[in-house]
T-cell receptor, first 111, second 116 residues
Framework: ELKVEQNPLFLSMQEGKNYTIYCNYS?????LYWYRQDPGKSLESLFV?????AVKQEGRLMASLDTKARLSTLHITAAVHDLSATYFC???????????FGKGTKLTVNP | GAGVSQTPSNKVTEKGKYVELRCDPI?????LYWYRQSLGQGPEFLIY????????DSGLPNDRFFAVRPEGSVSTLKIQRTERGDSAVYLC??????????????FGPGTRLTVL
């Protein structure tokens, strides 16, 4: 059974600081996704990572994938309050289109 | 263009009642997915449609849950004899290219179901 674990589950940080969210998954996966969810809202797609060593960046967020370690990271650079949200990673496996999500990391960026 | 839409946005019902939740995918997207998100958790897969047929219904928790997509576009999730444990946000997603390398799923705003 494919399992996805994120840590930390809660993260409180100050504006201007850097931090990393980790996503581990239990079995070989074809694709890894990062989503953002604001309170009471739906999920917004941030990144799709397809291959070992893939790195994608958008603004202050950078995501990377290490398929050998079954690990993805979401790095936050010089955090701002607008990044406060819950971040989910999700994976799927060859032959299956369903996404398996982690529990999410609730990020709070304090002024 | 228009994204995935879901109706109603909120549904309150009593235990034992029947409910229907509707999803309208992005135009042209052949794949449609239903997920359920409980408070403080990530979404959990329920069912996936490719066209009109259910390609994977392994996430439906029991036979009280059923979904249809008769014309390959709009889908309805149906829950019979609702129980308090069914309370959650039901999310619908659609994608353009299932079976290809990049199968990005786009999510709707969800229906918050509360069973009293």
């Amino acid at each position: 059974e494919l399992k996805v674990e994120q840590n930390p589950l809660f993260l409180s940080m100050q504006e201007g600081k850097n931090y990393t969210i980790y996503c581990n998954y239990s079995t070989t996966s074809d694709r890894l996704y990062w989503y953002r969810q604001d309170p009471g809202k739906s999920l917004e797609s941030l990144f799709v990572l397809l291959s070992n060593g893939a790195v994608k960046q958008e603004g202050r967020l950078m995501a990377s994938l290490d398929t050998k370690a079954r690990l993805s990271t979401l790095h936050i650079t010089a955090a701002v309050h607008d990044l406060s949200a819950t971040y989910f990673c999700a994976v799927d496996r060859g032959g299956s289109e369903k996404l398996v999500f982690g529990k999410g990391t609730k990020l709070t960026v304090n002024p | 263009g228009a994204g995935v839409s879901q109706t109603p946005s909120n549904k309150v019902t009593e235990k034992g009642k029947y409910v229907e939740l509707r999803c309208d995918p992005i135009s042209g997207h052949t794949a449609l997915y239903w997920y359920r998100q409980s408070l403080g958790q990530g979404p959990e897969f329920l069912i996936y449609f490719q066209g009109t047929g259910a390609a994977d219904d392994s996430g439906l928790p029991n036979d009280r849950f059923f979904a249809v997509r008769p014309e390959g576009s709009v889908s309805t999730l149906k829950i019979q004899r609702t129980e308090r444990g069914d309370s959650a946000v039901y999310l619908c997603a659609s994608s353009l290219n299932p079976g290809t390398m990049v199968n990005e799923q786009f999510f709707g705003p969800g229906t918050r179901l509360t069973v009293l």
